[in-house]
Nanobody
Framework: QVQLVESGGGLVQAGGSLRLACAAS????????MGWYRQAPGKQRELVAA???????NYADTVRGRFTISNDNAKNTVYLQMNSLRPEDTAVYYC??????????????WGQGAQVTVSS
């Protein structure tokens, strides 16, 4: 089974930076897309950023220009560099990974969540 282990959340002042990391439990998994979602209290989970194995990136409008997603395909690891953080970025951030249907352990997987709190 695929496990995603997240690290790097915490408390930061507005304008500060944090870096999240998420590693899959095995580098041999065939993951075609990894990404980050977030969920603030009372709100729905939303996409923050995603990256394909080929390097194509997608960002939510609210974070474009401030956040950068990157990956290490050999390690099945994805990173989220968050700069110029705002109080409205406060949420639990979830790592997400997708394995295509033709590959072993196909499906969509989620990390346990990392709390990011931005104080004003």
């Amino acid at each position: 089974q695929v496990q995603l282990v997240e690290s790097g959340g915490g408390l930061v002042q507005a304008g500060g930076s944090l870096r999240l990391a998420c590693a899959a439990s095995r580098s041999s998994f065939v993951i075609d897309t990894m990404g980050w979602y977030r969920q603030a209290p009372g709100k729905q989970r939303e996409l923050v950023a995603a990256i394909t194995g080929g390097g194509s990136k997608n960002y939510a409008d609210t974070v474009r220009g401030r956040f950068t997603i990157s990956n290490d395909n050999a390690k099945n690891t994805v990173y989220l560099q968050m700069n110029s953080l705002r109080p409205e970025d406060t949420a639990v951030y979830y790592c997400n990974a997708h394995i295509p249907g033709w590959a072993p352990s196909s499906g969509t997987y989620w990390g346990q969540g990392a709390q990011v709190t931005v104080s004003s």
